[in-house]
């Protein structure tokens, strides 16, 4: 199992610690609702430094990023980051990503699922025909991700990157706590504002940058948040994760992500999925809100009212902010409209569940 | 973490208080920090008579669910009935308000059979 340049302050700090993709990973510390609140109401830190990172360079760097991925990097310029997926040759997905361009038509960071890292290494390399230079840092890279209404003011104190006028998904390269060459990133996986810091993890720097963030941060409440509550607050927010609510089976427009699907451009698979555009995709990931009590969880299955399946579920939790229970499940295409009733198979019952619109919580 | 002395255990990690033949049961100190938040507990085996391994109903946390077990054999009487509106008890007050059931024991000398605090404490440390 390997560390993260944070693992020994999870320790310390009595976190409950568990393998994650290969990595000791904190699940908790003081209690996944604890924490999914301070998130929303104050402000939290994730150590998501298990995240792999790939540089691409060169001039034939954007010509590869573009026929992997879906979303049309060419469309980035320096500073600015992008969403998007690299899609099988069935229309599947191999995983799910952000496009960060370090300097336009020249440098690019790829950020990938910690999961998937030797995946994506290797998928991205056999299409490597043209000699783009590729650099795997994800071993030498920390990244910690700062969420929550007030993760930006409390940060900005560690900074001169104007974080304020940041936009969603852009990003400045700057001193951080004292550190140089700190990517200072205005993205996320909680849906409730806030910073991704990545930084080389050399000379103590990973230390250094924790205490100060705790140093400014601790005394207004920012507190150390586990992969717990970094799933409930994604599922709050409709957020996809890889392994859970798309794989390599399902396809970008299945899971809703055709804003990412950019048939202007040639890449992987791209005539399967423009065919099941035109023609409609069988199945549907949808939101779905417990009527019935009960936690629908990955795996269970979906029933009409005569018991016929219909889908199943691919994430779910009670939603902390919302205190009701909610899912996200592929359907079929009848029933993937709002207003659906749907059943939820939690063991020997049959629970009714209602079709919403994502995200669950606006 | 707490295992009181005068309580048995299990290797499912229920506790059993018992008094005459009526025992009263719950979930550890340390089932319920592996479980986290607790959103609602679920038994609806009141009346049943049932074997020692039984399923008698299931705990739903935030992010898992697990079963319940009854540790010894015999008819369930009672549900705390205080866990509808604050599941957050067993966290809380495991060994306390976060009881779950009592229960009349088929033959009180099973609960002899169960694991004393320093042999539950040894299995989960």
């Known amino acids: 199992m390997k560390n993260t340049p944070f693992t020994q302050q999870h320790i310390a700090l009595g976190a409950k610690m568990a393998e994650f993709a290969g990595y000791n990973m904190p699940i908790s510390y003081t209690g996944i609702n604890d924490e999914h609140a301070t998130v929303r109401n104050n402000a939290g830190v994730f150590d998501v430094s298990h995240m792999g990172e790939f540089i691409l360079k060169g001039p034939k760097a954007l010509d590869l990023i573009q026929r992997v991925t879906s979303n049309d990097a060419a469309k980035l310029t320096a500073g600015k980051a992008q969403y998007s997926c690299l899609p099988n040759e069935e229309g599947g997905i191999v995983d799910d990503l952000i496009v960060y361009c370090l300097e336009e038509n020249a440098s690019y960071m790829l950020v990938v699922n910690a999961s998937n890292i030797e995946k994506d290494w290797n998928w991205i390399s056999s299409h490597n025909t043209e000699g783009v230079e590729m650099h795997n840092i994800s071993d030498k890279t920390a990244l910690l991700a700062i969420q929550g209404p007030k993760a930006v003011e409390y940060m900005q104190e560690l900074t001169d990157v104007d974080l304020v006028n940041l936009k969603y998904y852009t990003f400045a390269k700057g001193t951080f706590a004292g550190v140089d060459n700190v990517i200072i990133s205005a993205t996320g996986y909680t849906g409730s504002g806030g910073i991704e810091i990545y930084f080389e993890d050399k000379d103590g720097n990973a230390q250094k940058v924790w205490e100060e963030v705790f140093r400014i941060g601790g005394p207004k409440g920012l507190k150390p948040i586990g992969l717990g509550a970094r799933d409930t607050l994604r599922l709050e927010k409709g957020f996809c994760l890889y392994g859970n609510d798309i794989d390599d089976a399902t396809s970008p427009l299945e899971a809703g992500l055709g804003w990412i699907t950019k048939f202007t451009k040639d890449f992987t698979a791209k005539d399967i999925l423009e065919k099941q555009k035109a023609e409609g995709v069988q199945r549907k990931l949808v939101g779905i809100e417990m009527e019935d009590k009960g936690i629908p969880r990955h795996g269970y299955k979906l029933q009409d009212a005569e018991g016929r399946e219909i889908g199943y579920v691919t994430s779910g939790t009670q939603a902390p902010s919302l205190g009701k229970a909610i899912a996200m499940a592929y359907v079929e295409k009848a029933f993937a409209g709002e207003g659906s009733e749907v059943w939820v198979s939690v063991r020997d019952k049959a629970l009714k569940a209602v079709v919403v619109k994502m995200p669950f919580l606006k | ?125």
Do not use: C
């Open chain 2, 1 to 125: 973490m707490n295992f009181p002395e005068n309580l048995k255990y299990t290797k499912e990690h229920e506790w059993v208080l018992l008094e005459g033949d009526t025992a009263t049961v719950g979930i550890t100190e340390f089932a319920q920090r592996e479980l986290g938040d607790i959103v609602y507990v679920e038994i609806e085996t009141v009346g049943q008579a049932l074997n020692a391994g039984d399923v008698f109903g299931s705990v739903e946390a935030v992010k898992t669910v697990s079963d319940l077990y009854l540790p010894v054999g015999g008819k369930i009487t009672e549900v705390n009935s205080g866990l509808s509106g604050a599941p957050e008890s067993v966290n809380q007050d495991p060994y306390g308000s976060g009881w779950m059931i009592k229960m009349q024991v088929s033959n009180p000398a099973d609960v002899e059979t169960l694991l004393d605090a320093k042999a539950y404490e040894a299995l989960v440390g």
